[in-house]
């Protein structure tokens, strides 16, 4: 059974920095995509910042770009974010998703596993 566990969320100043990580059990594959995803109240979820782990294609919303850094570590199957920079529409619940594949896509339907989330509340 696949699970994961999401963690380093919390309340953080803007222009301050976190780093969430994923820790995934019950992975046997080798050949899939992971990233995380947030969703704000009332919103939509959205695709963040994803990672392939065969080649390490990267994508990074607009939003995000230049102030996150996703890495994976394949030995331990954990994910990461670095967030620096960040500001109050950072607020969201962050997820870490999962699918089979290579195909690196932001769109959060085409992701088959999930976890719980951790919140990440950017305020003064």
């Known amino acids: 059974q696949v699970q994961f566990l999401e963690s380093g969320g919390g309340l953080v100043q803007p222009g301050g920095s976190l780093r969430l990580s994923c820790v995934v059990s019950g992975w046997t594959l080798d050949y899939y995509v992971i990233g995380w995803f947030r969703q704000a109240p009332g919103k939509e979820r959205e695709g963040v910042s994803i990672?392939?782990?065969?080649?390490?294609?990267?994508y990074y919303s607009d939003s995000v770009k230049g102030r996150f850094t996703i890495s994976l570590d394949n030995v331990k199957t954990s994910l990461y974010l670095d967030m620096h920079s960040l500001k109050p529409e950072d607020t969201a619940r962050y997820y870490c998703g999962a699918k089979f594949g290579t195909v690196v896509d932001p769109e959060p339907s085409y992701y088959d596993y999930w976890g719980q989330g951790t919140q990440v509340t950017v305020s003064s």
């Open positions: 990672i392939s782990s065969p080649d390490r294609t990267t």
